[in-house]
């Protein structure tokens, strides 16, 4: 008879040092800038290229002004056959910044070239805010769900005329907001829903929502949105914002749609700039950006 076991050992953080590691208070905003050149094979499209190039940009400016630092788990495997004990040893490990970007001062700039082979490379430079990770920001969980209202309907691959809904849980009580990110760098406020007047989506601890989803509603949220993804596009990329404080806050200035269905929206530079004020102000915010990637049919 066989039996495996497995084990955690132990748990440890190692500081990596860097040419600037993060100093004063836990919520002290910096300016910083950052560039990263990434190349693609044969498998990404121009849009997602432009993404892991913005996101390598905001990374590599955070790991060199705040210093990045490596978790590591060792797992023990122990393996028992026939009276006989065998162990094995595995190390996990992962490298993670120790600073969160902001926003951004002003629009990512990018340059593009080809190698030998003809792939594309893009080279993506940022400016903007940013400060030390703070223990305060409050954790949460949010998913974008397909086609349905479960949790295994998570995805972030999505098709022209799909239905979007979100999961969320949150730990404390608080206040929750969404925002659509479009590939026309207009952002689109979700939720709170459309006519909503409070302008405030409460949630409880411990409860867990569903939004966009017509069959539920929730004490003081308004009529319920309902959010169909479209493009006229082979493929385009969209980034949803998820952002959650204990704290009141009040969502970003924002026009009214050109017609009932359309949300309202704002550009990327205002809220960008929005969203970094309320942060700074509030160390308890916490953010969830998940990308979306939406294919035509």
Same mark, same amino acid.
């Given at each position: 008879?066989?039996?495996?076991?497995?084990?955690?050992?132990?748990?440890?953080?190692?500081?990596?040092?860097? /040419? @600037?590691?993060?100093?004063?208070? $836990?919520?002290?905003?910096?300016?910083?800038?950052? =560039? %990263? !050149?990434?190349?693609? *094979? #044969?498998?990404?499209?121009?849009?997602?290229?432009?993404?892991?190039?913005?996101?390598?940009?905001?990374?590599?400016?955070?790991?060199?002004?705040?210093?990045?630092?490596?978790?590591?788990?060792?797992?023990?495997?122990?393996?028992?056959?026939?009276?006989?004990?065998?162990?094995?040893?595995?190390?996990? /490990? @992962?490298?993670?910044?120790?600073? $969160?970007?902001?926003?951004?001062?002003?629009?990512? =700039? %990018? !340059?593009?070239?080809? *190698? #030998?082979?003809?792939?594309?490379?893009?080279?993506?430079?940022?400016?903007?805010?940013?400060?030390?990770?703070?223990?305060?920001?409050?954790?949460?969980?949010?998913?974008?769900?397909?086609?349905?209202?479960?949790?295994?309907?998570?995805?972030?691959?999505?098709?022209?005329?799909?239905?979007?809904?979100?999961?969320?849980?949150?730990?404390?009580?608080?206040?929750?907001?969404?925002?659509?990110?479009?590939?026309?760098?207009?952002?689109?406020?979700?939720?709170?829903?459309?006519?909503?007047?409070?302008?405030?989506?409460?949630?409880?601890?411990?409860?867990?929502?569903?939004?966009?989803?017509?069959?539920?509603?929730?004490?003081?949220?308004?009529?319920?949105?309902?959010?169909?993804?479209?493009?006229?596009?082979?493929?385009?990329?969209?980034?949803?914002?998820?952002?959650?404080?204990?704290?009141?806050?009040?969502?970003?200035?924002?026009?009214?749609?050109?017609?009932?269905?359309?949300?309202?929206?704002?550009?990327?530079?205002?809220?960008?700039?929005?969203?970094?004020?309320?942060?700074?102000?509030?160390?308890?915010?916490?953010?969830?950006?998940?990308?979306?990637?939406?294919?035509?049919?």
């Amino acid at each position: 008879m066989k039996r495996t076991v497995y084990r955690f050992i132990t748990s440890l953080c190692l500081l990596l040092a860097s /040419s @600037a590691l993060a100093t004063g208070k $836990e919520n002290d905003v910096r300016v910083i800038s950052g =560039e %990263y !050149t990434f190349y693609s *094979d #044969d498998t990404q499209s121009r849009a997602e290229c432009r993404r892991l190039a913005l996101d390598g940009a905001r990374t590599e400016a955070l790991a060199r002004e705040f210093g990045t630092f490596v978790s590591q788990t060792v797992l023990m495997q122990q393996q028992q056959q026939n009276g006989n004990a065998d162990n094995y040893f595995a190390t996990l /490990s @992962a490298t993670e910044v120790k600073g $969160e970007w902001l926003g951004d001062l002003e629009e990512p =700039e %990018y !340059t593009y070239s080809v *190698d #030998d082979e003809g792939h594309l490379i893009v080279t993506c430079r940022v400016r903007g805010r940013a400060r030390a990770l703070s223990n305060k920001a409050v954790d949460f969980e949010a998913l974008a769900l397909r086609n349905g209202s479960d949790k295994r309907n998570s995805d972030t691959d999505f098709r022209d005329g799909d239905d979007m809904r979100l999961y969320f849980l949150a730990p404390v009580d608080g206040y929750v907001a969404v925002y659509l990110v479009g590939v026309d760098r207009q952002v689109y406020s979700l939720l709170p829903y459309m006519d909503d007047d409070d302008g405030r989506m409460p949630v409880k601890h411990g409860r867990e929502y569903v939004f966009f989803d017509a069959s539920r509603k929730y004490d003081g949220a308004g009529t319920v949105d309902e959010l169909y993804l479209n493009t006229d596009r082979p493929q385009e990329l969209n980034q949803l914002y998820v952002v959650f404080s204990p704290k009141p806050f009040n969502r970003a200035i924002a026009k009214a749609g050109d017609t009932q269905a359309e949300p309202p929206s704002l550009g990327f530079e205002d809220f960008s700039r929005w969203l970094t004020r309320v942060r700074h102000n509030d160390p308890e915010m916490g953010l969830r950006v998940i990308n979306l990637r939406i294919s035509k049919n």
